[in-house]
T-cell receptor, first 110, second 114 residues
Framework: QKEVEQNSGPLSVPEGAIASLNCTYS??????FFWYRQYSGKSPELIMS????GDKEDGRFTAQLNKASQYVSLLIRDSQPSDSATYLC??????????FGTGTKLQVIP | ETGVTQSPTHLIKTRGQQVTLRCSSQ?????VSWYQQALGQGPQFIFQ???????GRGNFPPRFSGLQFPNYSSELNVNALELDDSALYLC?????????????FGSGTRLTVV
């Protein structure tokens, strides 16, 4: 079992729709969770962090965390073609190790 | 405020050779972590340096080693290069012993081993 699992996609949504990206993690020690966006050929860029159960909103982005289910999600409202990228879910576990998933490729269709 | 800078951008090496990659952390950050990202995969944790000491390591062999300098810049050294070492190497800077607030990544070094 991978420590952080994501559906590789691609996830295709029409422009203006809500994109929903999901992630599960196996290490119950993990307390901090992150979503990074990575454009093709570029390095990852932090877009959201979440530490407590529930929702956290930042502009068009909402991160959701459920520690009991070991589940993290990212919602992107009013998706734009510029949101097309790979979204990496990451969890901070023990020994300062941040584990990344393989990423979900999002395509926003104009 | 300066971001994270890595050098070189691209590198081609022969199997068995040694390579050194360099990273300057973001202003105000005192921790540097190194990641390996193969094509189509997520970044894999190599190790983290805090206050010039390695304080976390992933599942990489000892031929992957590093240093952190007093100005918080860092080097990643890989000895006895193998073909599977071909990847994007990412440097990530953060503040504090644990990266609780996430990373700022550099633009990466693309290493090709032939």
């Amino acid at each position: 079992q991978k420590e952080v699992e994501q559906n590789s996609g691609p996830l295709s949504v029409p422009e203006g729709a809500i994109a929903s990206l999901n992630c599960t993690y196996s290490d119950r020690v993990s307390q901090s969770f992150f979503w990074y966006r990575q454009y093709s050929g570029k390095s990852p860029e932090l877009i959201m962090s979440i530490y407590s159960n529930g929702d956290k909103e930042d502009g068009r982005f909402t991160a959701q965390l459920n520690k009991a289910s070991q589940y993290v999600s990212l919602l992107i409202r009013d998706s734009q073609p510029s949101d097309s990228a790979t979204y990496l879910c990451a969890a901070l576990g023990g020994y300062q190790k941040v584990t990344f998933g393989t990423g979900t490729k999002l395509q926003v269709i104009p | 405020e300066t971001g994270v800078t890595q050098s070189p951008t691209h590198l081609i090496k022969t199997r068995g050779q040694q390579v050194t990659l360099r990273c300057s952390s973001q202003s105000g950050h005192n921790t540097v972590s190194w990641y390996q990202q193969a094509l189509g995969q997520g970044p894999q944790f190599i190790f983290q340096y805090y206050r010039e000491e390695e304080n976390g390591r992933g599942n990489f062999p000892p031929r992957f080693s590093g240093l952190q300098f007093p100005n918080y810049s860092s080097e990643l050294n890989v000895n006895a290069l193998e073909l599977d070492d071909s990847a994007l190497y990412l440097c990530a800077s953060s503040f504090g012993a644990e990266p609780n607030y996430g990373y700022t990544f550099g633009s990466g070094t693309r290493l090709t081993v032939v």
